[in-house]
């Protein structure tokens, strides 16, 4: 049987992970959750069937590892910037996901509510916008690299080139 990889960070207040494998979100609730917490906030960004008028059968993700995972902790810096006591956990899932699966998980614990709130959505939406995960769609009807998840960048060749995968 083989082993899925699993790579990650972890600091006294982050924990930022990559892996193949189903994500499980307790333990970065876990992970956030402190008696100082007033607010923990869970996001989890699954694989829908439909986008537009094109089924998904399943989708492939690909990353930079190395720097998706220090630019996922950049990102947390930034959540702690604005609230400093936050505590942030964020899990990003790689290879093949089936329609339903979660692709991405994020926890943030604050003192209060709206730091909370704020912090889930401000990391996903800076995943979305700078970290090196690309996906690619399988749609009922064909497959396209989306590029960056913003879908400013595409390709047109096929993917990203083995440069862009690897250091």
Request: charge should be neutral.
């Amino acid at each position: 049987m083989a082993t899925e990889r699993k790579m990650e960070r972890k600091t006294d207040w982050g924990w930022f992970a990559l892996s193949e494998a189903p994500i499980d979100p307790m333990p970065l609730v876990q992970f956030v959750t402190r008696p100082e917490m007033g607010a923990v906030n869970v996001f989890l960004g699954t694989v829908r069937e439909w986008t537009g008028e094109r089924q998904t059968l399943y989708l492939v993700y690909e990353a930079y590892e190395a720097m998706a995972l220090l630019t996922l902790e950049a990102i947390g810096e930034e959540v702690r910037r604005r609230s400093p006591k936050a505590r942030v956990a964020v899990h990003h899932r790689l290879g093949r996901l089936e329609v339903g699966d979660v692709a991405v998980a994020i926890a943030v614990g604050t003192p209060h509510r709206a730091d909370a709130f704020e912090g889930s959505r401000h990391i996903i939406e800076r995943i979305k916008e700078m970290v090196p995960i690309w996906k690619k769609e399988h749609w009922a009807d064909g497959s396209y690299w989306v590029g960056d998840q913003l879908e400013r960048v595409s390709y047109p060749a096929g993917g990203p080139a083995p440069a862009d995968r690897k250091p």
